[in-house]
């Protein structure tokens, strides 16, 4: 019989992105559970305590949940697992079902998948992240990496590491928790950032933004390059695109509909953070993809910024 629940989560916090998942496969890790993957917790908000979950919690509430199913049985279990209110949602973590074909039997976080096979379904980056989680639980339990929404954080991308367990062999339960937004950065493009920053505040804002714009300066490196806009929208420095020099573009969009230069203003003014778009990459042949840009305000005026391509995501 069909079950039907509906009831999104509670929207926690106001930073909204929301698109659709891109079109090219991207490999994502399936370790063993040995082998546990390093994430970093969200930082609380002020004024808050929030206790991150572990790995060792992960780990616990799914084989807690593996375990109940065995003694209660599947149809009892997969009714449990269905429940917002229910006993295996806690927090961000509530569990997940599916059966090795690859067809959702549990889910209360989206209902509507429920009987829906999500085997070929790509993840923000365009990895089939139901085959890996589906693989790893093939071989008993595990571990899996990958880019999803986070329906706590208004549907932002954040990475995510996902734990599964196999129930017998035709089902298997997964959860998972968040690493947050400030993950999808590595630290050469933060240290990029921070250096274009020291820069403009030693050499000046002229010197400073037409070495950013010097395709083959020091801020130019292989696959990452430092662009500038004033808090007006305006592009002060982009070195592969001299075609938007001094052009305004708070109103610009990325392919999804996102107002992406008006969030990087946004988010310099509290003086550094991270937005992810989708835009071209020049060094691979323009070709769109989702970026997660890190951005430091300069001196309350302009901000400078870089980005990391999730290469070879796509967009839709």
């Known amino acids: 019989m069909k079950r039907y629940l509906s009831c999104p989560l509670l929207i926690l916090f106001i930073v909204s992105l929301f698109f659709t998942a891109g079109c090219t496969q991207v490999p994502h890790p399936v370790v063993g559970p040995d082998q546990v ?28 949940a593996v375990s109940y199913a065995k003694t209660e049985g599947r149809e009892k279990a997969l009714s449990e697992f269905d429940k917002k209110n229910g006993s295996f949602f806690e927090g961000e973590l509530y569990i997940y079902a599916y059966d090795f074909n690859g067809t959702t039997i549990a889910h209360p976080v989206n209902p509507e998948k429920i009987g829906v096979n999500r085997l070929s379904e790509k993840d923000a980056a365009g990895g089939l992240f139901i085959r890996d989680l589906r693989d790893a639980a093939l071989n008993g339990s595990g571990f899996v990496e990958y880019y999803y929404i986070n329906p706590t954080h208004n549907n932002a991308i954040e990475k995510k590491l996902g734990y599964v367990m196999k129930v017998d062999d035709t089902w298997w339960l997964g959860s998972g928790i968040y690493a947050g937004p400030e993950s999808m950065v590595d630290n050469r493009t933060r240290q990029l950032v921070a250096e274009a920053k020291s820069y403009a505040l030693s050499r000046g804002k002229s010197y400073a933004i037409a070495e950013f714009n010097n395709i083959s300066g020091i801020f130019v490196r292989n696959d990452l390059y430092v662009f500038a806009y004033d808090y007006n929208g305006t592009t002060l420095a982009y070195p592969y695109r001299p075609d938007l020099i001094g052009v305004n573009r708070m109103n610009a969009t990325d392919v999804t509909g996102k107002n992406h230069i008006r969030e990087m203003v946004q988010t310099a003014r509290n003086g550094s953070g991270t937005v992810y778009y989708f ?6 042949n323009n070709t769109t ?28």
């Open 279 to 284: 835009t071209n990459n020049p060094s691979h």
């Open 289 to 316: 993809e989702l970026k997660a840009s890190y951005l430091m305000d300069v001196d309350g005026t302009w901000f400078v910024g870089a980005g990391t391509y999730i290469a070879p995501a796509r967009a839709p």
């Open 37 to 64: 993957p390093s994430v970093t917790p969200l930082p609380p908000l002020p004024g808050t305590i929030i206790q991150p979950v572990t790995r060792e919690e992960l780990v616990a509430f799914v084989r807690r």
